[in-house]
């Protein structure tokens, strides 16, 4: 029996949490302990940094009559704002990270007045780091869990507070994905992931797959859509910052998705990468979309070790910055 194992708060989903004591010594890390938030230019040479992402670099759906005319513009100020990445390596993906991280918290003047609407967006892509096969892909095996954990922006919940003619489309579609994304197949598949290689040549990344660069993948309802990879996940933290994480199993994707993200993993230390998310506007009602939140991320470093259960000893690997 491993006496550091690490048992954190439980969160439910009927908005309460009952926080146990961390058995043993241990004590489960902060979110984004594993990454370095970089503000300004920093130090050129340093790893696994992250900076909250430019939304304007992201080209989303604008009206009128997108599905003609085709018209995308720059994403205005994103609905949710950075607080936190991680690169977790793991022998199977991890099904849920409430028991191993401490999520971010949020202030009383971040609250939504909305119970379904998160105060605190958490994406968990699982990535294989095993070769793809186009004949027998694996179901699990070793991951590289990359974690953004998002916190939702005053001026989102202002207008939250004051709906009315003026709000926003993007605020609106955003209180009904978070009313109906648990139950509607199709308001779930509303989810964009968008990850785009800024310096693609000298990634030394295959021109083969530059058509893919900053392309959006849709994400759907691996319970309720075959070939689906996305699952959604409800609580509230012990604080009662309300929360919802999607996690996204990479191994569902098609080979060539999973191939391109192979050789990108190849290439992670000299890569820099932009990563948003967003939710698909439809009918002109629901445009221009907005970037729910972004992230800028520079020269990770893969984790040598594989962590499954404590990931307070995976703290003392990553020494944290004053």
């Known amino acids: 029996e491993d006496a550091g194992a690490v048992v954190a708060a439980e969160p439910t989903g009927g908005g ?3 926080a146990a004591a961390p058995a ?15 503000r300004g230019t920093g130090d050129p040479h340093e790893t696994n940094v992250w900076r909250c992402g430019q939304e304007v670099q992201f080209k989303v ?7 003609k005319n085709g018209f995308k513009v720059a994403s205005g100020e994103s609905l949710y704002e950075l607080v936190g990445v991680d690169l977790i390596r793991s022998t199977k993906a991890l099904p849920s990270l409430s028991k191993l991280v401490r999520y971010p918290t949020t202030a009383p003047t971040r609250r939504t007045g909305h119970e379904c609407v ?13 070769a793809p096969s186009m004949m027998s892909p694996a179901s699990d095996g070793p991951t590289l869990n990359v974690v953004f954990y998002y916190r939702i922006r005053e001026s989102t919940c202002s207008a939250l507070g004051n709906l009315g003619p003026q709000t926003s489309p993007a605020v609106r579609l955003l209180l009904r994905w978070s009313q109906e994304a648990a139950t509607s197949p199709e308001m779930f598949a509303r989810f964009k992931c ?3 290689v800024r310096n693609y040549e000298q990634a030394g990344l295959p021109s083969v797959f530059k058509s893919f660069n900053g392309k959006p993948v849709l994400i759907r309802n691996a319970a309720k859509t075959k070939g689906g990879s996305g699952t959604l996940e409800r609580g509230t933290c012990p604080d009662g910052t309300s929360y919802i994480k999607m996690r996204v199993n990479i ?16 290439g992670l230390e000299r890569a ?6 967003v939710l698909e506007g439809s009918s002109d009602q629901e445009l221009p979309e907005v970037i729910l939140g972004a992230a800028q991320l520079t020269k990770l470093r893969l984790p040598t070790e594989f962590h499954d259960g404590a990931l307070h000893e995976a703290y003392l690997e990553y020494p944290r910055r004053p």
Not at 254 to 260: E, F, H, I, S, T
């Open 61 to 67: 759906r604008a009206g009128p009559n997108y599905r």
């Open 194 to 196: 968008i990850g785009s």
């Open 24 to 38: 043993g010594s241990g004590h489960a890390p902060e979110a984004g302990f594993s990454t370095v938030h970089q």
């Open 272 to 277: 820099d990468v932009d990563v948003g998310f």
């Open 251 to 266: 191994r569902a994707w098609p080979y060539m998705a999973k191939q391109g993200l192979g050789y990108l993993l190849l």
């Open 16 to 18: 309460g949490a009952t």
């Open 118 to 130: 998160p105060e605190l967006l958490v994406v968990h892509g699982c990535l294989p780091l095993e």
